[in-house]
Every structure is written in C-alpha cells, then in structure tokens.
C-alpha cells in the first residue's frame, strides 16, 4: 500500500474514496453522502487544491484510505488540524490509518506546526482510541455536530514539539 499526496488532477480518486467513506461510515463524518454526491468537478478539483490530502493506494491504483491536513480557521497558525480519516474496512487493522497518521504529522511537522488536532464523534470509539495511542490527548473540548445537534464530539491534540 503506498501513501501517496494527491494533486489536483486526482479529483476522481479522491471523489470516489471520499463518497465510499461516506456511503460506509456516514456518522463518523461531519458531511453527508447526498450533500458530496452533489459536489461537481470544480468543487472536487478545488478541495484537493486547497487542503492538503493523502490517498493509501494499493497496487491496482485503488483508493483504499484518505486524510486530509489544513489550517483550520480560527485555530493558532501552528496548529495543522486533520480532517476526513478513514480506511476501507477489507484493509483496516493493517497498519494504513497509522501511516496515514503518521503522514501528516511529518507533514504537519515539517511545517513547523507546534500541534495536530483533530474532531472525534463521541461515540465513535475505534477513532477515539486509534488517536489516544497514536499520541493525541483528549481536551474535553466539545460541541454539538451541525447536521446532527443531538450528537457531539470532542477535540483531541496531539503536540509535536
């Protein structure tokens, strides 16, 4: 499995891991498969343009796994802020969300970003505990998701230096 940063011409492959991420795992995400299914080229092309993103892709060029970094506005500008985690369940417990991971604190390091952060849905617990061992800690900061007010999640940080 290769960890590959994408560029804008991998709007397709990233549209088709994203929707699958979506059509899997819909309450892990703070978007929904029928708000994405809608997203034109121009809006796909523009995503990947402007949010760094980081495709795991085996050997017949399929997407397997996607995150994504960006600055998140409103946070400190040393604070790279990771988005949009996830593995296809046929591959998961092999490794992938931790390279993946492991990615963007390089590249978040390599920024010179004094920390990673993260949202995780309350009641996602395999997320919650993938980022507590791979070094985030729980802030107890929350709020209310806002497609779903009755659901919360928590921020998790994760320091580098």
Do not use: C
């Amino acid at each position: 499995m290769q960890i590959r940063r994408v560029g804008e011409d991998d709007w397709a492959l990233v549209r088709d891991v994203r929707l699958r991420a979506l059509r899997e795992d819909p309450g892990a995400f703070g978007s929904s498969l029928t708000r994405e299914e809608m997203f034109k080229e121009s809006h796909w092309r523009m995503r990947v343009r402007t949010v760094t993103t980081w495709l795991a892709i085996d050997g017949a060029g399929v997407g397997r796994g996607i995150v994504s970094m960006l600055l998140e506005p409103g946070s400190p500008a040393d604070d790279r802020h990771v988005v949009a985690l996830w593995v296809a369940p046929e591959v998961r417990r092999q490794g992938i969300a931790w390279r993946l991971l492991d990615t963007v604190r390089d590249a978040a390091a390599a920024d010179d970003a004094r920390t990673v952060s993260l949202w995780v849905v309350d009641d996602n617990h395999a997320a919650g505990d993938l980022y507590v061992r791979a070094g985030f800690t729980r802030t107890g900061e929350r709020h209310e998701l806002q497609r779903e007010p009755e659901r919360t999640e928590e921020r998790y940080v994760l320091t580098l230096r």
